[in-house]
């Protein structure tokens, strides 16, 4: 069984300052997947950023980079310079990797705000 | 690429009547994923098809839930006898494996409210 825990309810972060969402996780999985998804208040789920559990470099895309630290099992979420359209709800998920199904176990979330 | 879509978007209906959801995958993902998210919580897994075929249904998924892919396309989730705690968002994804990588893509959701 796979365990995503997410202990930061919600964040308030000044504009144009960098913010650090947590995510820790728990698996007996040898290979595995790592997954950030940004859910706005509309709904949907937007993919943001993966991680291999085998990749030997931190995942990055545009603002956001994946912190990753397979000893201790965290995942973090990093985004530089934060905007007022990055106010969402924060997910992170994991999979397990060549197992058939490989479907998502999410955390409870962070909730996001930046202030102006 | 049009995206995932999902059918309706919000669906009110009262304790005990049948429901049914429509999902529309991305055309070539062969991997469809159904969750359930309710407030203040990550979405939880529901089922899984890869085309046609029912793989995985989580125990979340009782009796009163059915869910089909009848030719490897859209996909149907149908809730029976539907009760107050069956009140959620329904979520559908889709996805193909590439580079060893299953990169899953949403859909906007279905919310249900059971009065």
């Known amino acids: 069984a796979q365990k995503i825990t997410q202990t930061q309810p919600g964040m308030f972060v000044q504009e144009k300052e960098a913010v650090t969402l947590d995510c820790t996780y728990d698996?007996?999985?040898?290979?595995?997947?790592l997954f950030w998804y940004k859910q706005p208040s509309s709904g949907e789920m937007i993919f943001l950023i993966y991680q291999g559990s085998y990749d030997q470099q931190n995942a990055t895309e545009g603002r956001y980079s994946l912190n990753f630290q397979k000893a201790r099992k965290s995942a973090n979420l990093v985004i530089s310079a934060s905007q007022l359209g990055d106010s969402a709800m924060y997910f992170c998920?994991?999979?397990?990797?060549?197992?058939?199904?490989?479907?998502?176990?999410f955390g409870t979330g962070t909730r996001l705000t930046i202030i102006p | 690429d049009t995206g995932v879509s999902q059918d309706p978007r919000h669906k009110i209906t009262k304790r005990g009547q049948n429901v049914t959801f429509r999902c529309d995958p991305i055309?070539?993902?062969?991997?469809l994923y159904w969750y359930r998210q309710t407030l203040g919580q990550g979405p939880e897994f529901l089922t899984y098809?890869?085309?046609?075929?029912?793989?995985?249904k989580s125990r979340l998924l009782s009796d009163r839930f059915s869910a089909e892919r009848p030719k490897g396309s859209f996909s149907t989730l149908e809730i029976q006898r539907t009760e107050q705690g069956d009140s959620a968002m329904y979520l559908c994804a889709s996805s193909r494996i590439q580079q060893g990588v299953n990169e899953q893509f949403f859909g906007p959701g279905t919310r249900l409210t059971v009065l």
């Open positions: 055309s070539e993902h062969n991997r």
């Open positions: 698996t007996s999985d040898p290979s595995y997947g």
């Open positions: 098809f890869q085309n046609e075929a029912q793989l995985e």
């Open positions: 998920a994991m999979t397990p990797r060549y197992s058939g199904n490989e479907k998502l176990t």
